[in-house]
Nanobody, 122 residues
Framework: QVQLVESGGGLVQPGGSLRLSCAAS????????MGWYRQAPGKQRESVAM???????NVAESVKGRFTVSRDNAKNTVYLQMNSLKPEDTAVYYC????????????????WGQGTQVTVSS
């Protein structure tokens, strides 16, 4: 079984910073792309930032220059450093990873974490 566990969410003031982490564990052969989505109240889920196993990144235009995504392959962990936070960044942030199962190598699929709340408010 594969499990993704997020941490690091919380309440911050505008202009503040948070660092989210997501660790994958279980029967894992390999992890391809890994990153973050978010869903704000009343809005559709959107991609925030992704990073491939080779280190290439793709960051949404709305957070460019403020958010940085990175990963530690040895720990099967992806991070999201969020700086200069704005109230519009308030959302539930979900970790997502494309994973090939070690027990069943023909099985490759997206896995999701349960989400962590980020609230930006004064």
């Amino acid at each position: 079984q594969v499990q993704l566990v997020e941490s690091g969410g919380g309440l911050v003031q505008p202009g503040g910073s948070l660092r989210l982490s997501c660790a994958a564990s279980g029967s894992i052969l390999s992890i391809n792309d890994m990153g973050w989505y978010r869903q704000a109240p009343g809005k559709q889920r959107e991609s925030v930032a992704m990073v491939t196993s080779g280190g290439s990144t793709n960051v949404a235009e709305s957070v460019k220059g403020r958010f940085t995504v990175s990963r530690d392959n040895a720990k099967n962990t992806v991070y999201l450093q969020m700086n200069s936070l704005k109230p519009e960044d308030t959302a539930v942030y979900y970790c997502k990873a494309l994973i090939t199962d070690a027990t069943m190598p023909l099985l490759t699929r997206q896995w999701w974490g349960q989400g962590t709340q980020v609230t930006v408010s004064s």
